[in-house]
C-alpha cells in the first residue's frame, strides 16, 4: 500500500440538520497518538451544540489540519490519519520532535529554528510526499532545534533529566492548548484540570485567564465567554456557534411572527407551600422540586382547553398545525449562549417526572453537553427569568412554536387576601403568541389557567 494509500483524511461531517459548518473547540487528540474506530478526537460546537466528534478511522493520527477557534464549513478536511503505520514506526513529525530533544545541534545565535516542509499548503502533499501541518506543529518533514535547557545554576540540562522532569511535573495539555496558555500569558503548572483525565482543556485556560483578570472574583462556571478587563478600552466577542444561531432565529421570529405579550400577576403561596410539603415525599428525595416544575405541569394541563398554544404556523402548506403531545422547551442560558432544551411528552409526566427531566436538563446544559436531538421538537418553550431576580420580560416565541410564558422572580408583596392586607408570595407571568394563530381570548384563557392552576394547585384535579 503506497503512502497516499494509508493516509486517511477526515472531513468535517454534518452532526445533524444539515447544518452548514462547525467550530473546533478542542483537539483531544495529538500528532503521533493511536486512534481506535470511534475513539473521540475532537469537540466541536454547531450552531446548535457542543459534540464530541469520533473518528472513522483506525490508526496514528498523521496531521491536524483546523486550529481550535476556526469555524469551518462541513466537508472540509480536518485531520490525516496513518491508517497502516510500520511495526514501531512513528510519524515523521514525532521523530522530528524526538530528534530535537534527544540532542540535536543548536545554531550560533542559540534560537529554534523549523522548516515548513517543501512549501506546501496546509492540507496538501509536499514534493517529499508528507502532508504539510499546521503553523504551530511540526511538520511530516520538519527538522527542529531547540534551545539547551539550563538549570538553576546556568549548567545544560541533560536530555534524560529534561523529560524525567516533564514526567513528574509537566501538565498535561494538546499542543494547542499550550499555544493559548501562552498567548494568554497562563502558567499552565497553575491551571486546574477539569476533565477526568487530567489533562487541561481550553476551557480551563480560559477560566484561569479570566479568573487573573477579575482578580478575586471567580470565573463563571463552564468557561469565560466575555469578562469586564478594566486594562482594556473595549472587548469583542465573536459571534459564532450557538450565539450566532440564537440571534438568527430571533430575528427571524420577531419579524415574522407578529407578537402579543400578556401579564398576569398571581399570589403563588399555595403553590410554595405544597412545594414544601411535596420535597418531604420519598419520591422527591433524589431531585430538586422547583417552581419551574410546577409551570411546565400547569402548562401541560392548559393545553387541553386551549390546544391553539400548542400548535405552529404552517405558512407555505396555508395550514395551522395543532400538536397532539406537548414537548416543552426549557430556556437555559448556557456559557456557549441560549439553549433550548426539550422535554418530550411531559404531558405524559406527573410532577415528580417533571421534576426529574428538569434536573437532569439543568445538568446537561450547564455542562455544554446538550445534543441536537435534545434541541429539536419543542411544541411550546419556558423562560424561567425570575432565577435572575427580574419580575418579568417580554419573551420571543421560538421559531417553529407559537408561544412561551416567562416566569417572574417570586418573592414576599403586599396582597390582598379576604379584604386584608396580608403579605403573600407573589410572582409576575408573561405570555408571548402568535397572533396568527392565537387570537386574544385563547391567550387569555390559557394564562387565566396557568396562573389559577399555580394560585390553587388543588384544580388540577379539575382539568
Request: glycine share 10%; proline share 7%; net charge negative.
Amino acid at each position: 500500500m503506497t503512502t497516499t494509500e494509508r493516509l486517511q483524511t477526515f472531513a468535517m461531517p454534518d452532526v445533524g440538520e444539515g447544518l452548514t459548518e462547525a467550530e473546533v473547540l478542542e483537539w483531544r487528540v495529538a500528532v503521533g497518538d493511536t486512534l481506535t474506530v470511534n475513539q473521540v478526537i475532537a469537540e466541536i460546537e454547531t450552531a446548535k451544540a457542543a459534540v464530541e466528534l469520533p473518528s472513522p478511522f483506525a490508526g496514528r493520527v498523521q496531521a491536524l489540519l483546523v486550529e481550535p477557534g476556526v469555524t469551518v464549513r462541513v466537508g472540509t478536511p480536518i485531520i490525516t490519519v496513518d491508517t497502516q503505520p510500520g511495526a514501531g514506526e512513528l510519524p515523521a513529525a514525532v521523530h522530528a520532535v524526538q530528534s530535537a530533544s534527544a540532542g540535536a545541534s543548536t545554531p550560533a545565535n542559540g534560537t529554534a529554528v523549523a522548516d515548513g516542509g517543501a512549501g506546501a499548503k496546509i492540507g496538501e502533499v509536499s514534493a517529499d510526499g508528507r502532508i504539510a501541518t499546521l503553523v504551530g506543529y511540526v511538520s511530516a518533514g520538519a527538522s527542529s532545534v531547540r534551545r539547551p535547557r539550563r538549570g538553576a545554576a546556568g549548567a545544560p540540562v541533560s536530555a534524560p533529566e529534561v523529560a524525567a522532569t516533564r514526567q513528574v511535573h509537566a501538565p498535561l495539555a494538546t499542543p494547542p492548548v499550550r499555544k493559548l496558555a501562552k498567548e494568554l500569558g497562563i502558567d499552565l503548572a497553575a491551571v486546574t484540570a477539569t476533565r477526568p483525565d487530567g489533562v487541561i482543556s481550553r476551557v480551563d485556560v480560559e477560566n484561569a485567564s479570566a479568573a487573573d483578570h477579575l482578580g478575586d472574583h471567580a470565573a463563571p462556571p463552564g468557561g469565560a465567554v466575555a469578562q469586564y478587563d478594566p486594562r482594556a478600552r473595549e472587548l469583542r466577542v465573536p459571534i459564532r456557534g450557538v450565539r450566532k444561531a440564537t440571534a438568527a432565529a430571533m430575528v427571524a421570529s420577531a419579524f415574522t411572527a407578529p407578537h402579543v405579550t400578556e401579564f398576569l400577576t398571581i399570589d403563588v403561596t399555595p403553590m410554595m407551600e405544597l412545594r414544601d410539603r411535596m420535597r418531604r415525599r420519598p419520591e422527591f428525595a433524589d431531585v430538586k422540586l422547583t417552581p419551574l416544575a410546577f409551570v411546565a405541569r400547569a402548562v401541560c394541563l392548559a393545553v387541553r382547553r386551549t390546544p391553539e398554544l400548542n400548535a405552529v404556523f404552517d405558512e407555505p402548506a396555508g395550514e395551522i398545525v395543532i400538536k397532539q403531545y406537548v414537548h416543552i422547551g426549557i430556556a437555559a442560558a448556557t456559557p456557549r449562549g441560549l439553549v433550548v432544551p426539550v422535554i418530550r411528552d411531559a404531558d405524559a409526566l406527573d410532577l415528580a417526572g417533571v421534576a426529574h427531566a428538569l434536573t437532569e436538563l439543568a445538568a446537561t446544559a450547564r455542562a455544554g453537553r446538550t445534543s441536537l436531538a435534545a434541541m429539536t421538537g419543542g411544541t411550546f418553550s419556558i423562560t424561567n427569568v425570575g432565577v435572575f431576580g427580574v419580575d418579568t420580560g417580554t419573551p420571543i416565541i421560538n421559531p417553529g412554536e407559537s408561544a412561551i410564558l416567562a416566569l417572574g422572580s417570586i418573592k414576599d408583596a403586599p396582597w390582598v387576601l379576604d379584604g386584608e392586607l396580608a403579605v403573600r408570595k407573589v410572582c409576575q407571568l408573561a405570555l408571548s403568541f402568535d397572533h396568527r394563530v392565537v387570537d386574544g381570548q385563547q391567550g387569555s384563557q390559557f394564562l387565566s389557567d396557568v396562573g389559577a392552576l399555580l394560585a390553587d394547585p388543588g384544580l388540577a384535579l379539575a382539568f
